[in-house]
């Protein structure tokens, strides 16, 4: 399988069993939250969505492939951990470098503002 479609296949188990080894050891992550390098924190951060946040998925929308670049847009829901269990989601999409055939860099970019994702925990829904 090459790359484009391992990262596929990641997204469609999302957070289950992802390839790692598609990853240089000091890939550098950024998103709104996190920006940090290695994989180890790589690993640790996708444990700690997997374990807090429940329904967690990943919906693909597009991929597309440069020579040293894959660029993907998606979407990323989950119950939050508060007692109401709310639903949110974020749009967004991701640049990832490529270097020897490995990702060296994981740059997510949201559609939406850290503010407009913390709101969405506290909708109030009307029966």
Do not use: C
Not at 51 to 64: A, D, P, Q, R, Y
Not at 68 to 87: H, K, V
Not at 90 to 111: C, P
């Amino acid at each position: 399988m090459n790359l484009l479609e391992t990262i596929k296949a990641d997204y469609e188990r999302f957070p289950e069993n992802p390839t790692y080894s598609i990853y240089a050891e000091n890939v550098h992550f950024k998103d709104p939250v996190y920006d940090f390098y290695g994989l180890k924190k790589y690993q640790e951060m996708i444990s700690f969505l997997s374990k807090w946040f429940k329904n967690l998925t990943l919906e693909l929308h597009e991929i597309t492939e440069s020579e040293n670049q894959i660029d993907t847009r998606w979407t990323m829901s989950w119950n939050s951990p508060l007692p109401w269990q709310p639903f949110v989601s974020v749009s967004g999409r991701s640049e990832l470098k490529i270097e020897n055939n490995l990702i060296i860099g994981h740059y997510d970019y949201w559609d939406i503002s850290k503010w407009d994702l913390i709101k969405q925990h506290f909708k109030i829904t009307k029966n």
